[in-house]
């Protein structure tokens, strides 16, 4: 899976593992962020719309059906895609929305929810840029 950003757009794209059988699965209007990340099952994958700090998180299937918005955050968002559990049941990001920073201020917090975008709860909540989330390698 990659993202590639022809004339200011940007899409997932996935590929066959010899390399061929290239098809892009996100719509250009989401403007799909950086960093996707796969279910641990294969069945999904998981998403930033963009512009990163207008964003929401997405999963769509593979073959670019199952289009799936998870969060439905408005205004300044600063989400950045983060990663699912080991055991898919769950979804680690970070943004802006709920972290205790004042508003503007672009610093995000680290959260927590289910892998169907509900039950959104936070893991940091500390006065510094808590980004990049990612849950590890699978054990």
């Keep these: 899976v990659f993202v ?3 004339r200011a757009n940007q899409a997932v794209y996935v590929y066959n ?3 061929t059988g290239v098809r892009r699965v996100t719509p250009w209007r989401l403007q799909a962020g ?3 990340d796969w279910s641990p099952d ?3 994958i998981l998403f930033a719309s963009g512009p990163t700090e207008h964003g929401n998180l997405f999963t769509i299937r593979p073959d670019g059906t199952g289009l799936r918005q998870l969060t439905h955050f408005h205004g300044l968002t600063e989400v950045e ?3 699912y559990s080991p055991d898919g049941a769950s979804i680690v990001f970070s943004t802006v929305v709920g972290a205790v920073n004042r ?3 672009g610093l995000t917090d680290v959260f927590v929810m289910t892998a169907d975008g509900t039950h959104i709860r936070p893991v940091t909540r500390a006065p510094n840029w808590d980004g990049e989330a990612n849950w590890g390698a699978r054990q």
């Design 103 to 105: 508003p503007g201020a």
């Design 42 to 44: 294969g069945t999904r």
């Design 81 to 83: 895609v983060g990663s």
């Design 34 to 36: 950086e960093h996707p």
């Design 17 to 19: 593992s010899d390399g």
């Design 4 to 6: 590639a950003k022809p």
